[in-house]
DNA sequence: ATATATTCGGATAATATTGTCCGAAATAGA
DNA sequence: TCTATTTCGGACAATATTATCCGAATATAT
C-alpha cells in the first residue's frame, strides 16, 4: 500500500507526536529505536517531514524532533503519506492509466473509486493527535 | 497501491478475457499492444499468470493465451492480485508490523481495516467476465 | 521431416527504492 | 572560545523491481 519510506515517516511522525504531547523533544537515535527502522534512512525521511512542515527540528546539543502543541490537530495523515510517497495511491487510476476518469474509465474505476475515496477521507480526517493518544494510553504500538 | 507487474497482470488478464468472450485466442504480442505494456515483462507476467491457472497458454503456432467461457464467472481480481503481489496489501498492517492485530494494533489498524477490508471486498467479489463485458461494449478501456 | 510460429525459462541489464557513510553546519554548554 | 552533540546533505552501496535478450521447447502446417 505505502512505500517503507512512507510507512516509517507515518510510525516517526507518530511516535514525535507522542513524545511532543509530553513536552518531549526526541532525537533521531531515539525515533529509530522506538520505530524499530534504520537509522540514517529515517533521517533522510525526517529531513523530508521537517521540509515539508510536518514536523520541527532542532540542531544541536539537545536538538531533535518535535511538533508543537498547536499542531498535533492539524497534521494529518494525509499529509504525511502525499509528502513521501505523492498522491498517486488516492487520486491515480488503480491500473496506472496516465488519463483514467469518469469519460475514460478503465474496467475498474468505478470498483476502484470508491476504495481510493474512502481511503483518501480517512487519511484527510485523521489527525495524529487522535493517533498519538492511543500511544500515551498504551493501547497501541509502533514496533513488533 | 499495486505493482506495475500486477498492473499489466490485471490488464493483461481482462484482455484475454475480451478477447476469449468473443471465443479468440490472443498472442504475447497482442496483449501487449493492447494494454501498452513491454512485450518480454509481460510474457513473464503471463507465465506466472498461466501457473495459477488464471490463464491458458498455448504453444506453437496459432497458439496464445485464452480463457475458458466457464472461467469468466469464476476468476476475480483478488486471484490475479494474491498472485502477483501477495495478499499483504489486503492483509497486511498498514505500517508494516509483522504481528499487528486487534490484541496488538498499530495506531491506524482501525482506521485501515475498513479500508482494506473494503478493498479485499471488492476484489473477492469482482468476475473478470464483468469487466470484459465493459470493454466489449466499448464503455471502457485499457490504455491512454 | 522440415520450417515456422509461438510460449517457456534462464541470464542479464536498467532503474527505483532502500539503506549506509561521512564530513559540514548549527548550537548548547563548559 | 572550545568541545561535544545533534541534524543536514551529498555521495555511495545494496537490494528489489522492472525490463530485455536469447536459446530451448512445443506444436502447427506444409
Chains 1, 2 share one sequence.
Do not use: W
Not at 514536523?55 to 492539524?74: C, H, T
Not at 505523492?86 to 474496467?107: A, S, T, V
Request: hydrophobic share 40%; net charge positive; with cysteine.
Amino acid at each position: 500500500m505505502f512505500s517503507k519510506a512512507c510507512q516509517y515517516g507515518i510510525k516517526a511522525t507518530l511516535h514525535i507526536a507522542e513524545q511532543s504531547s509530553q513536552g518531549k523533544r526526541v532525537s533521531l537515535k531515539g525515533i529509530a529505536k522506538a520505530i524499530d527502522s534504520p537509522e540514517a534512512f529515517t533521517a533522510k525521511i525526517l529531513q523530508l517531514l521537517a521540509k515539508n512542515n510536518i514536523v520541527n527540528s532542532i540542531k544541536g546539543p539537545s536538538g531533535g524532533f518535535e511538533i508543537a502543541e498547536s499542531d498535533l490537530d492539524n497534521i494529518r495523515l494525509i499529509q504525511i503519506v502525499t509528502a513521501i510517497d505523492g498522491d498517486q495511491i488516492f487520486n491515480g487510476c488503480g491500473l496506472g492509466l496516465k488519463k483514467c476518469d469518469e469519460n475514460n474509465p478503465c474496467p475498474v474505476h468505478e470498483k476502484f473509486k470508491s476504495v481510493r475515496d474512502d481511503l483518501k477521507n480517512m487519511l484527510a480526517t485523521t489527525n495524529i493527535r487522535e493517533l498519538a493518544a492511543g500511544l500515551n494510553a498504551g493501547n497501541t504500538y509502533l514496533r513488533v
